[in-house]
Every structure is written in structure tokens, then in C-alpha cells.
């Protein structure tokens, strides 16, 4: 069975920081290309990173500088380190498997989604 699993969410002050963990069951992670998106109420979906089979790396703007996706030594786990958060950044964050090693052809797979709330 395919399944996308994520965790790390919590409530965390503005400035902190975060890691996400996805780790995937039924395949392997190493050889697909994974995105990592978030979302707020009465918004679209957005891609704040991703990650090819080899490794190459892509960041929204929002995030630059702050936000780092890597995968595990295990290569079934994608992480998602979130440093220097603000508010803005408070939704349910969502990893996604791709259809091939690259992003090109969009997501494939869900996980189930974990909150980040950046608040004091």
C-alpha cells in the first residue's frame, strides 16, 4: 500500500524553527521527485519546495533562505527544516510524491497533512 506519512507540526513563537518528516511506505522515495506544500483556509495549495531523485532543489520565494529539503540517509524520508518562521507561514503543510524523478508532471501521491501555527 502506498502511503505518505508526515509529522513534526506543532505550535511554535515566530523566529523558531521546525522539521517535517515524510516517510513514505509501499515504495521508495529515492527515486521519485517530492514536493512539499502547504495551505490555508480559502487558499490554493502552494509548493514551498521540492526535491528530484538527484537531488536538485527548488524553493517558492517566501521561503528562500529559510526553508531546507533533504532527503534521509534511510532514502524513504524527506525532511522539510523551517527556520526563522512567521506567522505567515501557519497551515497544514502536505508532502506529495511525484509521478517521475523530476516536478514536471505534478504530484502523484498525499500525505495527510500536519499543522504548523506560528504564533506567540
Known amino acids: 500500500q502506498v502511503q505518505l506519512v508526515e509529522s513534526g507540526g506543532g505550535l511554535v513563537q515566530p523566529g523558531g524553527s521546525l522539521r517535517l518528516s515524510c516517510e513514505a511506505s509501499g515504495f521508495s522515495l529515492a527515486f521519485y521527485a517530492v514536493g512539499w506544500f502547504r495551505q490555508v483556509p480559502g487558499k490554493e495549495r502552494e509548493l514551498v519546495a521540492s526535491i528530484t531523485s538527484g537531488g536538485i532543489t527548488n524553493y517558492a520565494d517566501s521561503v528562500k533562505g529559510r526553508f531546507t529539503i533533504s532527503r534521509g540517509n534511510d532514502k524513504n524520508t524527506v525532511y522539510l527544516q523551517m527556520n526563522s518562521l512567521k506567522p505567515e507561514d501557519t497551515a497544514v503543510y502536505y508532502c506529495?510524491?511525484?509521478?517521475?524523478?523530476?516536478?514536471?508532471?505534478?504530484?502523484?501521491?498525499w500525505g495527510q497533512g500536519t499543522q504548523v501555527t506560528v504564533s506567540s
Open positions: 506529495a510524491r511525484g509521478y517521475g524523478q523530476s516536478w514536471h508532471m505534478g504530484a502523484q501521491y
